[in-house]
């Protein structure tokens, strides 16, 4: 089955963004009525268990509030760096802190119940602000997390409206005998899509009643990526591998994919590239990170490419599941200076989904395969792949098989 959602809003008049713009938002002093995308921000920066929990809203109401938060809708209508910056920069970050688990003091728990009612929304909420100090006009940006723009401490929330759950979100919150992991496998089935579940996530609305904690946004992203990952590897082993060798290229803001699927047993390994002057390369030379595993799974955490590991790895697990097969996994991504500005691992995710959407191109042998991928990407990015594949344990792992079946 094809998750990827499928978006039918045309994009809307956006004129009213420049109203609300960055440099608009210094004008804000002490109350705002806004409307959330939804969106919950949970902060990973304090010493945990102590979070920032953050109800994020552009400083006035807005006709299309929900483009605020639509990673999947920007990728599909390809919105550009600078149009992304002006959408997160415009969303005030209305924020608390509190505990993670219960011992939470009265006001925490109002304002957190507030917000767990923001977030689950189902589109967005009109909100009355209160802040106790002037907004603090920044940009933060991270590889994980999405863009965040000016931040202010919270003295009172009120939601103006009626919100509405989806019937299925409210169900998995009611069933405290449901695990958080099984919760979000079964949403993902109902086609939510895999923001919407790390932020439900995040939210600590899931899982066991003694167990439901805030997990920060960070986290939550990752957590949910692996979650689904794991998933959809117990079923791609169950298939026959790949009848072909089939490669698949593709890209968004300046990121470009090289997927290479070998007719093999499942294992996957990713080698991140990032060119002197993409967004988080500043020593004026390549830098590169690369983490695998083999058909039995990884045990650690991969430290070299981090979230990306899972952002990367989802989309071809997807494909591979559509297609009833498994397969041996090669992925190269090149951040080149054409992405200038992080704007969090979303778009690895989404590019990705791009490049699998993407027609393959087949080949009968690994060869050929590999010779035409030198070629293709030199071509395009200028870019000799050469050493990289010879540093690659999956193709060493490749050759090694087929040496053992040509001597037995």
Do not use: C
């Not at 989806?166 to 086609?191: F, M």
């Not at 920060?216 to 692996?226: E, G, K, L, M, N």
């Not at 071809?316 to 498994?326: A, V, W, Y």
């Not at 397969?327 to 979303?346: D, K, M, N, Q």
């Amino acid at each position: 089955m094809d998750i990827t959602p499928v978006f039918r809003k045309k994009v809307p008049d956006m004129s009213w963004l420049k109203s609300v713009m960055f440099k608009d938002v210094q004008k804000i002093t002490d109350r705002f009525f806004g409307n959330s995308p939804p969106q919950i921000f949970i902060g990973s920066k304090l010493k945990y268990p102590q979070v920032n929990v953050g109800i994020l809203s552009p400083p006035e109401k807005v006709p299309e509030a929900w483009i605020y938060d639509a990673q999947s809708f920007w990728a599909e209508q390809n919105f550009d760096i600078q149009t992304i910056i002006d959408l997160r920069s415009s969303l005030i970050n209305s924020r608390f802190q509190t505990r993670v688990d219960q011992a939470r003091s009265t006001m925490q728990e109002k304002f957190l119940s507030l917000s767990q009612e923001i977030g689950m929304a189902k589109k967005p909420v009109d909100v009355e602000i209160a802040l106790k100090k002037k907004v603090q006009v920044k940009l933060d940006t991270d590889k994980i997390t999405m863009p965040m723009g000016p931040r202010a401490q919270l003295k009172n929330v009120r939601i103006t409206e009626n919100t509405k759950v989806d019937a299925r979100v409210e169900k998995a919150v009611a069933d405290t005998d449901l695990k958080a992991n099984d919760a979000i496998r079964q949403l993902y089935k109902q086609q939510f899509d895999e923001h919407t579940l790390s932020k439900i996530l995040s939210l600590g609305v899931l899982g066991l009643k003694k167990s439901r904690k805030l997990v920060p946004t960070r986290w939550s992203i990752t957590a949910v990526q692996d979650m689904l990952g794991k998933q959809a590897i117990s079923e791609i082993k169950h298939y026959e591998r790949l009848d072909s060798h089939q490669l698949y290229f593709g890209g968004y803001l300046g990121n470009y994919f090289l997927v290479l699927l070998f007719p093999d047993v499942y294992s996957y390994e990713l080698f991140e590239m990032y060119l002197p002057g993409s967004a988080w390369n500043f020593s004026g030379k390549l830098e590169a990170a690369h983490d695998f595993e083999w058909y039995d799974g990884r045990k650690d955490y991969p430290t070299a490419t981090a979230g990306g590991y899972f952002a990367n790895r989802l989309p071809i697990l997807n494909r591979l599941k559509m297609l009833k097969k498994q397969a041996s996994i090669l992925v190269l991504r090149f951040e080149t200076p054409s992405y200038w500005a992080s704007l969090g691992v979303w778009v690895v995710l989404e590019s990705m989904k791009k490049t699998m959407q993407s027609i393959p191109t087949i080949f009968n042998s690994r060869e050929e395969m590999l010779s035409f991928a030198k070629q293709y990407i030199f071509d395009k990015l200028n870019f000799d792949i050469s050493s990289l594949l010879h540093q690659s344990q999956l193709l060493q792992h490749v050759k090694t098989q087929l040496r053992l079946q040509e001597f037995m």
